[in-house]
T-cell receptor, first 115, second 110 residues
């Protein structure tokens, strides 16, 4: 079974702090993704990565950056946390098949609260 | 870009009842996935189904790509089926991005 592990289940940070959300997958997947989920807004893509050292902006990248130094690890960075970044953050990965045709697997999520 | 719409938005069932959730998409898709998000927030992959029908226990899914819809069937529902069901589609433009519907919130009462 594919395992996508997010380092924290719950996180509370203060406004202005630099926050790191870590995600590790154990299936040698090329593609990795960060989403945030908010009530009424559904899942929105923040950043994704096709492979090591590659990154692409998703639909809402402002206020975030990412790092993919190793294939198994994809980090989401909040440079200066703000209260409007309080959300559920979900990491996902998938094998890069032909035409991106392979299922997406999610981690358990990190509930981040910025006070 | 592609739009994904789910119906109904909310559903309440008595334990043991059957239900059908629908997912419509506005354009050709390469593939489609169904997820269940449990009350703890975890998104579980249910089906990866570009076309045809797949079954897994009490759940089954059918995608008719030519008519741009997919259906998720839940039979003999249990309280553990409660949660939010999402469908998500890969657009034909091959960007690799998955487009999610807004979800159907299911509550199964004992």
């Amino acid at each position: 079974d594919v395992k996508v592990t997010q380092s924290s289940r719950y996180l509370v940070k203060r406004t202005g702090e630099k926050v790191f959300l870590e995600c590790v997958q154990d299936m040698d997947h090329e593609n990795m993704f960060w989403y945030r989920q908010d009530p009424g807004l559904g899942l929105r893509l923040i950043y994704f990565s096709y492979d090591v050292k590659m990154k692409e902006k998703g639909d809402i990248p402002e206020g975030y950056s990412v790092s993919r130094e190793k294939k198994e690890r994809f980090s989401l960075i909040l440079e200066s946390a703000s209260t409007n970044q309080t959300s559920m953050y979900l990491c996902a990965s998938r094998r890069q098949g032909v035409s991106y045709n392979s299922p997406l697997h999610f981690g358990n999520g990190t509930r981040l609260t910025v006070t | 870009g592609i739009q994904v719409e789910q119906s109904p938005p909310d559903l309440i069932l008595q334990e043991g009842a059957n239900s059908t959730l629908r997912c419509n998409f506005s354009d050709s898709v390469n593939n489609l996935q169904w997820f269940h998000q449990n009350p703890w927030g975890q998104l579980i992959n249910l089906f990866y189904i570009p076309s045809g029908t797949k079954q897994n226990g009490r759940l089954s899914a059918t995608t008719v790509a030519t008519e741009r819809y997919s259906l998720l069937y839940i039979s003999s529902s249990q309280t553990t089926d409660s949660g939010v069901y999402f469908c998500a589609a890969y657009g034909s433009s091959n960007t690799g991005k998955l487009i999610f519907g807004q979800g159907t919130t299911l509550q199964v009462k004992p």
